[in-house]
């Protein structure tokens, strides 16, 4: 009788939650509705182990009271709460559909959780683009942008080329946020990429005041300069003006700049002013963290009122041995033992801002070969070339650099 109790008390809170959550929608179940249509499990449900003439029963508590039916393995299972034996199968087999028998209504289990979906097809993805015993020489990513586009609520379509550092931004934050982490617990991705830095700002006067009400507004203390600690996931490096004028030959010159040149804006004396709708601030940068892998984004397009303008720069950079000893705090200089980066990705933008393609170099370790990927399309390529290119990401890795010198 106990234990009876116990289990109808069970039932009793799952129904009074229900009841709860129709109270705070107001008008039926209409928010719970929109998510069962977007539910990203229903092409796992396996219809040829479903049998319904069994009886009611959860299949380890033999409680025939709140019991649902998982729809990928066909067992019952009692109750859908935190430490119920449904949510410890779903999360124990990655069985998500289930049905409650009494009321006949679906759930999906854990509950609200959409974007693990990304992290789940990102997983599949992986282990089959390494797996060694791969029957097939390619493997589709059709089912991780599917993916992609539904955790994205379509911001990232596959019809549709999008911005790779706006990709490259969500996607980092999508699965460090779907694999629980926050800006205070950390994840695999926070763990891999994530580095900080100090940041110095300062607010600068209006510019068409004059030069003694300028003066006498340095002296307040909201205009003196400010520190801040900050992390990043990539590192965006700024590009220096392109040419408006032609050459001799008409021809517009493309210029070229050192990587070093534009890596200066973190050395922690290099200043510069950024604007906003009502304030304009001079700030500096200064590294305090480095990553194991570390991404750099170079600035190439700015956006205006009217349209999107590509800056055609060539950034001159060396393949190995980048070191951002120098851009350091010297506290972080005692502590930080690998400064020195090689370069294991490099993503191309051709062509113009709304025409243009992108391509990738990419670094095989085993054989030190670089390889240039387009689409389905996979050639050698030789590194003098990769320098060539209009470089738009790079990934650049310290533990490769390491294991290049033991």
């Known amino acids: 009788m106990v234990s009876l109790k116990r289990e109808r008390d069970v039932e009793l809170d799952d129904d009074d939650e229900e009841e709860g959550v129709a109270a705070k929608v107001g008008r039926g179940r209409d928010p719970e509705d929109r998510r069962s249509r977007h539910c990203p499990y229903l092409d796992t449900i396996n219809r040829s182990v479903l049998d319904f003439d069994f009886e009611k029963l959860c299949s380890i508590s033999l409680s025939h009271i709140n019991v649902y ?10 109750g859908r709460g935190l430490k119920s034996h449904a949510y410890t199968h779903s999360v ?20 609200g959780d959409i974007m693990f979906l990304l992290v789940q097809r990102f997983g599949e993805l992986m282990r089959k683009l390494w797996n060694p015993r ?26 549709k080329q ?50 003694e009400e300028k003066e006498a507004l340095l002296l307040k203390e909201e205009y003196q300069e400010e520190m801040s600690e900050s992390t990043f996931l990539f590192l965006t490096l700024d590009l220096p003006t ?24 973190f050395n922690g004396i290099t200043e510069k002013e950024y604007k906003t709708y009502k304030e304009n601030f001079l700030k500096r940068f200064q590294l305090t963290k480095l990553p194991p892998y570390l991404i750099f984004c170079i600035k190439r397009f700015t956006k205006n009122n009217f349209f999107v303008e590509k800056n055609p720069t060539i950034v001159n950079f060396p393949i190995t041995n980048v070191d951002l000893r120098e851009y350091l705090t010297e506290e972080a200089m005692a502590t930080e033992k690998n400064t020195t980066y090689d370069l294991v990705a490099n993503v ?22 670089w390889y240039e990927m387009q689409d389905l399309q996979v050639t050698d390529i030789l590194p003098q070339m990769i320098t ?5 990401i790079q990934a650049s890795s310290a533990f490769l650099s390491c294991y290049n010198h033991i």
Request: glycine fraction near 6%; charge should be positive.
């Open 162 to 211: 999008g911005d790779a550092v706006d990709f490259l931004s969500w996607f980092l934050n999508a699965l460090h946020s779907a694999l629980g982490g926050t800006k205070k617990k950390p994840s695999i991705i926070t763990k891999v990429f994530q580095g900080s830095m100090r940041i110095f700002s300062k607010k600068l006067p209006h510019p068409d005041l004059p030069p």
């Open 134 to 159: 791969n029957f097939k020489a390619h493997v589709s990513p059709h089912e991780m942008l599917q993916a992609v586009v539904l955790c994205s609520k379509k911001n990232f379509q596959i019809t």
């Open 69 to 78: 039916a998982c729809l990928i393995c066909g067992k019952y299972f009692q």
């Open 92 to 111: 124990q087999f990655t069985h998500h559909v289930f049905l409650n028998l009494h009321t006949l209504k679906f759930y999906c289990l854990p509950p």
């Open 388 to 392: 060539l290119s209009e470089a738009y």
């Open 348 to 369: 191309v933008h051709d062509g113009k801002p709304s025409e243009g393609a992108y391509r990738i170099h990419v670094l095989h370790h085993g054989t030190g070969k």
């Open 242 to 265: 392109a040419p408006l004028y032609k050459d001799e030959k008409e021809q517009l010159i493309i210029p070229q700049v050192p990587l070093f040149n534009i890596l200066a804006k």
